[in-house]
Structure formats: structure tokens, C-alpha cells
């Protein structure tokens, strides 16, 4: 019995030994790295698939555990997001916008954060001391000078979320540009969908300019369907609103994808001596919507047709 | 009988081919390059067309090519009399075909000749050529000296010899207008473009000024030369000439120039061509065989 009861020692012994020794081993090799999405939107999973696929080439998804957030976008739920990923034991963080980007720098200073799919972080207040990241700039002169020259504009309406910085930040620039363009804004602050519906429908405008926000990209539907009964035209720097929207100027996904690889490897290899926490994408695509064009009766602007990247017809 | 007939038949055959050379003789087809869009670049050249057919009494049309090449290899399968020619199509259709110089339009200001820019955006960071490493640039045409070749003849001063391995990636926007906006709208980082119409683009919305800057610009060159067959009589080419070059001084002609935003016409010569002559060599490049 006594020896029975030592082999069966021995082989629980041994067996704790190899869990032990199994599970110092995979966390040894496996990294957990928590991605947060502002939103549960097609652009953050589009750019997050190309950089997936960059990353699988060089073998690194193998040793690391993606764990993912898709949040509704309100300040508390980007918030509570990024501190279950730190409670997950997450070693880096992947922000998508700058809604959940913020929420990071509150939670954490010091796991490193690579954010993206920022419009001009620096304007746009985005630091902190562990932070690496992808933003972009848009000129957006360029959809107000073509909406110009489609449609008379003389009230232009600028939906901006408050509770993210890369649309205030936007909001702010159009709203600048506004002047060079003889345009009068009416800036629209929303910091929730119900919102959204209340000020479209209190206001009155010619064109509305959807900023870079996850909130109104996750609310793109019902802007369109108030937008739609007064048959005026949106232009919009989302990916993902072309259908929608008469003039869509977004940065290039695939230029995002590629920072956003290069960054997360400077992180991941600790690799402090490489130069740069930030890389800013500058170029863009242009997308025309001819179908919503001809259903506003407005005349198709050649400028665009031989400009553009691609043509909604 | 059959005799009859046939010599009937015959005669009206004949009748027929002197009629139908009559009309062809009639109509003078004129190309052009679509150095704006192909719609305003037709607007532009259709008063002048109006113009010239009633002086010379002979119908003359338009004829607008899509791409700047096609102007060499259509002029001749297209049956054209002349054609306002780029400085470099000019120069390769007088090395390679039968044409010659006649005129050059003379813009508002009373310049003749324009540069080609090299341009960025001001918000780009790009200050000079060590800054364009791996970014994107817009061409205008591979068959344009301002569009193209002056661009390759800077970046080789600067010791870029490949563009390919230079620049992240390079494409042609097929028109001057086209590549200023491809910068503006941050789809390139860098453009090539002929000063003049940059410069028009930029008094048409002023706003463009606090967007754009010049990084380079190169030697002047004809703004376009107007190149006739060398087949023509040489009583039309003379006239046709003439015509264009007095048009500043009679008032229907005043009235065209006008429309198409010129004072006038000067007289062109082999001398046009020389900057395009110094970049062949110094490129190394024979025009017989370069390929656009």
C-alpha cells in the first residue's frame, strides 16, 4: 500500500512538474497582446486583417495570444475594454482610433500602446510615455474645394464626435477651412447615437462633412437615412462610408497596414534604438459616388471622374 | 451599248474620286494634346478652328488625342495636316516625320515659353530630394519634357539614377491638371507639372497657394508648337501662318484669342526645340528609338 501510495506520489509529482514546467514554457514563447477596436466598425477590422498577414509571414503570430475588444464607443466601455485587457495580463495593447487610444493612455503607462488609424495624433493631444503609433493626415480642403464645385455649399454641416479626439481635431480643420471657402459651418457635437439624430434634425445645412469618428461611423445607417429625406450631399473621411457618402477621401488602408507592422515589430523587439515612435500615412484615396450624385441631380464633376481612385456608379 | 455604259460608269467612277479628294482636300484636321482635360483643351482650340476654316476658306477640325504619345503614332494613321504639338512631341515628330514649325501660341502675360515644376504638398515635410525617398510621384506623361524627362534629368543631377528603386511608386496622370490635384489630394506626394497651367489652377482658386509648393523648376520651353505636314502646299502653310500670327491685330481674330485665353502667335523655329536637343544627350537617349 505504502509503496503504491509513493508510485502514485511519484506520478503526481511528476505530472505537476510537467504542467508546471509546460505552462513556464508557454508563457515563455506566447505573448499576450490585447487589440482594441473604438468600434465594431469594417475599417478597423480591414486594416487589422492586412497587418495580421504581414505578421504571419514573419512567424510572430505563432508566440503571441491576440485578445480582442470591440466595444460600443462611449468613453466608459473603451475604458473598461483596455483595463480587462490588462487584467488578461496583455503585454502590448493595439488601439484602433483615437476614442480607444485615450482610454489606453488613462489606463496604462506602462505597458506600450501602438495605436492607429489616428488623424494627426500631436493636434490631436495623443501621448504618453509608452506610446508608438500609426496616425494619418487627410488634406481636407480637397473634399470641401470638390464638394464645392458639385453642389453650391453654403452652409456646411460638420458632425464631429466630442468624445474623440481625432474628430474634434478634424471638426476643428474644416471648420478653418470653412472661411477659405466662403462656407458658413454648423458644427454639430454629439457624443452619442440619440444625439446624432436630435442635432441633424435641428439643424439646417447644405452638406454635411462627417469627421473621423467611430462613433458615427458605427452610426453611418441612421445619419444616411436623416441626410437622405433632405436630399443633401455627406462627404466623409471613413473607410468604409463610400456608399454613402458623394465624396469619400480616406487614408490608404494598405500604407496604415504597413506602419502599423513596422511599429508593432519595434515594440515587440523591444527595439528602443530605432528611431521614431510615430509615423504619420499622408496618402489617400478618393472614392465618387456617381449613383448618389445622379439621385441628388447634381451635375458629375469631370475633376473628379478622371481624379479619382475608384467610382461608385 | 456596253461600251457606252461602261464608259458612263467609268466616268462617274472617276467623277466620284476627284470629288471625294476635293473634300478631303477641303478639310485641314488639326491634333492636339490633352495637356488639360480632353473637354476644356477642346473648348479651348474649338474658336480658333472657326477661325482659321473661314480665312482659308477649307474646313478645319479638331482632333484630340487621349495621351500624349498617341499624337506621333496617330498623325499620320489619322490623315492630320498639323498638330499643336508638347515641346517633346514636337521635337521627336520633326526627327521622325515630315513636319515642320509654324507657330507658338503666346499666353496673356506675353510669355511664350513656361517651365515644368516639380511640386509637393507644404504640409508633406519634403524639402528637397533626400526627402522623397520611398514616397509616391505623379508624371504628367512619359512623351512630356515637363511632365517627365526634366523631372529624370533633376532627380539624375541629384544622383538618382533609378526611379524604380527611388521612389515607393511612380505613375502618369495623363494630364497637367490631373497630377497638381493628385498632390493636393495627398494621392502622390510629389507631381510634375507645366507651369503655366499650375499656375492657372492656382489664380482659379487662390486657396491652393497655402496648400502647395515648388521644389524645382526647370529651363523654359515652348508652351506648345503648332507643327503642319511638310506635304501641304507651301502657299497654305504660309497662309496658315501668316493667319496666326495677325490675328492679334484684326478684331474677330482679337475676339478668338480671347476665348482661348492667348494674346497671340509667334513664329517657331528649330531654336524651340533646343532644351529638349540638350536633355536628349544629356540623357543619353536616341529619338528614334525612345519609347513613350
Request: aromatic share 10%.
Amino acid at each position: 500500500m505504502t509503496e503504491k501510495v509513493r508510485k502514485l506520489s511519484v506520478v503526481v509529482f511528476l505530472v505537476f512538474l510537467f504542467n508546471f514546467l509546460f505552462s513556464v514554457e508557454s508563457t515563455a514563447e506566447e505573448r499576450v497582446v490585447g487589440v482594441v477596436f473604438s468600434a465594431d466598425i469594417p475599417v478597423y477590422h480591414e486594416v487589422h486583417k492586412k497587418f495580421l498577414n504581414k505578421l504571419r509571414k514573419t512567424g510572430y503570430t505563432k508566440k503571441i495570444k491576440f485578445l480582442y475588444q470591440k466595444p460600443n464607443p462611449d468613453s466608459l466601455a473603451w475604458s473598461n475594454a483596455v483595463r480587462k485587457l490588462i487584467a488578461y495580463d496583455a503585454t502590448i495593447l493595439i488601439t484602433y482610433g483615437s476614442g480607444a487610444t485615450e482610454a489606453a493612455t488613462y489606463e496604462t503607462a506602462n505597458i506600450p500602446i501602438v495605436y492607429t488609424l489616428v488623424y494627426d495624433p500631436v493636434k490631436s493631444g495623443i501621448k504618453g510615455r509608452n506610446l508608438y503609433g500609426v496616425g494619418y493626415s487627410i488634406p481636407v480642403t480637397s473634399l470641401l474645394r470638390y464638394l464645392k464645385r458639385t453642389t453650391d455649399v453654403k452652409k456646411l454641416g460638420v458632425l464631429a464626435s466630442e468624445i474623440e479626439p481625432s474628430s474634434k481635431t478634424q471638426a476643428k480643420h474644416v471648420s478653418d477651412a470653412c472661411k477659405d471657402f466662403n462656407m458658413e459651418k454648423v458644427l454639430l457635437n454629439v457624443k452619442n447615437e440619440e444625439e446624432i439624430r436630435i442635432k441633424l434634425k435641428l439643424f439646417s445645412f447644405d452638406a454635411l462633412f462627417i469627421t473621423d469618428s467611430a462613433l458615427l461611423a458605427k452610426s453611418i445607417t441612421s445619419i444616411f437615412r436623416i441626410i437622405n429625406e433632405r436630399s443633401i450631399p455627406i462627404v466623409s473621411t471613413i473607410q468604409g462610408t463610400e456608399d454613402y457618402s458623394l465624396i469619400n477621401l480616406h487614408p490608404d488602408i494598405d500604407e496604415i497596414a504597413n506602419a502599423l507592422y513596422r511599429t508593432f515589430l519595434k515594440v515587440i523587439k523591444e527595439d528602443r534604438k530605432v528611431k521614431g515612435k510615430r509615423e504619420i500615412v499622408q496618402r489617400s484615396k478618393l472614392i465618387y459616388n456617381m449613383k448618389i450624385s445622379k439621385r441628388l441631380g447634381l451635375q458629375p464633376s469631370i475633376q473628379l471622374i478622371t481624379g479619382a481612385d475608384r467610382i461608385i456608379k | 451599248m456596253k461600251r457606252v455604259i461602261k464608259g458612263i460608269l467609268v466616268s462617274v467612277f472617276s467623277l466620284m474620286v476627284i470629288f471625294n479628294a476635293y473634300a478631303q482636300d477641303h478639310t485641314l484636321l488639326i491634333g492636339l494634346i490633352p495637356e488639360q482635360n480632353i473637354f476644356r483643351q477642346f473648348q479651348r482650340f474649338l474658336p480658333l478652328t472657326e477661325y482659321l476654316s473661314k480665312k482659308i476658306d477649307r474646313e478645319v477640325k479638331l482632333t484630340i488625342l487621349s495621351r500624349y504619345g498617341d499624337i506621333i503614332d496617330r498623325f499620320s494613321s489619322r490623315n492630320m495636316d498639323g498638330a499643336f504639338f508638347g515641346v517633346l512631341t514636337g521635337y521627336l515628330a520633326i526627327k521622325k516625320m515630315d513636319v515642320e514649325p509654324s507657330v507658338v501660341p503666346i499666353e496673356l502675360d506675353g510669355s511664350s515659353e513656361t517651365s515644368g515644376y516639380i511640386i509637393v504638398r507644404r504640409d508633406s515635410g519634403i524639402e528637397s530630394v533626400k526627402d522623397m525617398q520611398g514616397k509616391v510621384i505623379a508624371f504628367v506623361d512619359r512623351a512630356t519634357v515637363r511632365g517627365y524627362l526634366f523631372p529624370i534629368i533633376y532627380f539624375k543631377r541629384h544622383g538618382i539614377n533609378d526611379i524604380k528603386t527611388f521612389f515607393k511608386e511612380f505613375y502618369f496622370t495623363g494630364s497637367n491638371d490631373a497630377s497638381v490635384y493628385a498632390v493636393v489630394d495627398g494621392r502622390a506626394d510629389i507631381g510634375c507639372v507645366k507651369a503655366n497651367i499650375y499656375e492657372a489652377i492656382l489664380a482659379r482658386d487662390p486657396t491652393l497657394r497655402k496648400e502647395l509648393k515648388i521644389i524645382a523648376t526647370s529651363p523654359l520651353m515652348p508652351l506648345s508648337v503648332l507643327c503642319l505636314k511638310k506635304s501641304l502646299p507651301e502657299k497654305l502653310k504660309t497662309k496658315i501662318t501668316e493667319i496666326l500670327l495677325n490675328m492679334k491685330n484684326d478684331k474677330e481674330g482679337k475676339e478668338v484669342l480671347k476665348r482661348m485665353e492667348l494674346k497671340g502667335f509667334r513664329r517657331a523655329s528649330m531654336n524651340d526645340f533646343k532644351v529638349v536637343d540638350d536633355i536628349f544627350r544629356e540623357l543619353n537617349i536616341d529619338p528614334e528609338t525612345y519609347r513613350y
